[in-house]
């Protein structure tokens, strides 16, 4: 087998092995699974007509259905064939850490230098690896996440 079709197999044979609440196979569906229940969430405050929220519409039913031209099921059809293709290509270059033991060692000595760090400051309280842990899975995500967007 050559390099272009390893590489676009490999993500197909490993998505049968991964488990679902895997990072590679979170970063699939939840983006998904977060549009369809964010976006039925509000078609249906719009369709069951709340007063509350009836006050703060923009444009009327009736306009909305002068000035759109498209379908529901159009939009719904659109929009399920983009995540379909979404999944499709993100299963292609989805692969594993070449090495998963040694990915585990590099992320435990980044856990021991953020440790470290904090040892001279915390070490009285004994927070140090609680820090060093609070600062590598939600700091540096978070500020990378920020940096992103």
Do not use: C
Not at 93 to 101: K, N, T
């Amino acid at each position: 087998m050559n390099a272009t079709s390893n590489f676009l197999t490999s993500g197909l044979y490993t998505f049968a092995d991964k488990d679902p609440l895997s990072d590679e196979i979170l970063v699939l569906w939840v983006p998904i699974a977060s549009y369809w229940i964010y976006a039925s969430f509000w078609h249906l405050i719009m369709i069951s007509k709340i007063p509350y929220f009836e006050q703060y519409r923009i444009h009327t039913i009736s306009e909305m259905e002068k000035r759109n031209r498209v379908s529901l099921p159009r939009v719904l059809s659109m929009v399920a064939l983009q995540q379909v293709i979404q999944v499709a290509l993100g299963l292609l270059v989805l692969s594993p850490p070449a090495d998963p033991v040694r990915y585990a060692i590099e992320q435990e000595a980044s856990l021991r230098w953020w440790t470290g760090l904090f040892l001279s400051g915390t070490h009285r309280l004994g927070l140090s690896f609680s820090l060093a842990k609070l600062v590598y899975w939600i700091g540096i995500p978070a500020i990378q996440f920020l940096g992103a967007m």
